[in-house]
């Protein structure tokens, strides 16, 4: 399985460790194309500053995934924009969003939960090995 991880990168590297953890968990059900997100730096070979070129690698990436695993807790356009492409393309999607105080989740996301091919699950941490199971293992 091919799967498309999705966290924001100049919208925010807070999260970037949490990333890597998750990262981590998704080898364990196929090939994770996007693991550079989960770096510290995560610029990539051959493409740095290369917004066109990125576009497109991404793209391909999106394209080529059998599934999409998207952290939208960090507000990020460019996590927006790679989930409505693959709405287009027709592939599932599993969104994890950690709740916080004053903080809440866009309605275009958490609206678009159908229950079969777009998911979004509220989470914490210790929630993931379970959530991955259950997307992953049914798809």
Not at 36 to 58: C, R, S
Not at 70 to 89: D, F, H, K, N, P
Not at 120 to 126: F, G, I, N, P
Request: glycine letters at 12%; proline letters at 2%; aromatic letters at 8%.
């Amino acid at each position: 399985m091919k799967i498309y991880f999705c966290g924001s990168i100049r919208g925010g590297r807070g999260d970037a460790d949490l990333y890597s953890r998750i990262i981590d968990q998704l080898k364990a059900y196929g090939t994770v194309l996007t693991e550079h997100v989960g770096f510290t730096n995560p610029i990539l070979k051959g493409i740095e500053g290369d917004d066109v070129a990125i576009h497109k690698q991404d793209m391909a990436w999106l394209e080529e995934s059998d599934v999409v695993v998207a952290e939208v807790t960090q507000v990020s356009l460019g996590v927006g924009y790679e989930i409505g492409r693959a709405v287009a393309w027709k592939k599932r999607i599993l969104c994890l969003y950690r709740p916080s105080e004053g903080k809440g989740l866009s309605a275009m996301i958490r609206g678009a939960h159908d229950g079969k091919n777009f998911i979004v699950k509220d989470y914490q941490e210790s929630d993931v090995p379970g959530i991955l199971k259950e997307f992953l293992g049914s798809t």
